[in-house]
């Protein structure tokens, strides 16, 4: 069967019975999608159905054909301008990994976030990204990442 991809058609085997993870790390070889808790609760997992954060560990694969799904190695084409997209950009420049195990996670949401709340207040981002655990506790680097993404996305659609 094939899924909408990071803007292509791409055929992906057999769908029925398994988990959009699973396809996007295992038959399509995108690991940039983390497999964490497995239960709808960390986050590492997130991806977009249509531009929504989904949790791919908990999507059946079947209900995502013919649906826009994008994962982190497709995120920068989704911004304007060429190079990497804000959040990516941002994550860079403050070093906010650790472990790196969450971070594609919290990119797909943050960049979500943003998309609907170009001038967020701190107090948004941490509610926006509550859901989405990191084990290394990188949560302030996260935060002051998120904030200077708004500023660089609010300079690049100037
Ligand atoms: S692995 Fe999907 S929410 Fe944790
Ligand atoms: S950077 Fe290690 S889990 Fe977040």
Same mark, same amino acid.
């Given at each position: 069967m094939q899924l909408n991809l990071n803007g292509a058609a791409v055929e992906a085997g057999d769908l029925e019975g398994r988990l959009l993870v699973y396809v996007l790390r295992d038959q399509l070889g995108l690991t940039g999608t983390?497999?964490? #808790? &497995? /239960? &709808?609760? #960390?986050?590492?997992?997130?991806?977009w159905v249509d531009g929504v954060p989904t949790r791919s560990c908990q999507k059946p694969a079947v209900e995502v054909v013919g649906r826009e799904i994008t994962t982190i190695e497709g995120l920068a084409e989704t911004a304007? &301008? +060429? &190079?990497?997209h804000p959040v990516q950009q941002a994550f860079l420049e403050?070093?906010?990994p650790q472990c790196g195990w969450c971070m594609s996670g919290q990119m797909m949401t943050a960049a979500a976030f943003l998309r609907e709340n170009p001038e967020p207040t701190r +107090? =948004?981002? =941490? /509610? +926006?990204?509550?859901?989405n655990y990191c084990r290394c506790g990188t949560y302030h680097r996260l935060r002051q990442a998120v904030l200077r993404a708004a500023e660089i996305q609010r300079e690049v659609s100037a």
């Open positions: 983390k497999f964490g #808790c &497995g /239960a &709808g609760h #960390c986050g590492s997992c997130t991806v304007p &301008g +060429a &190079g990497l403050l070093q906010v +107090a =948004e981002v =941490e /509610a +926006a990204l509550d859901q």
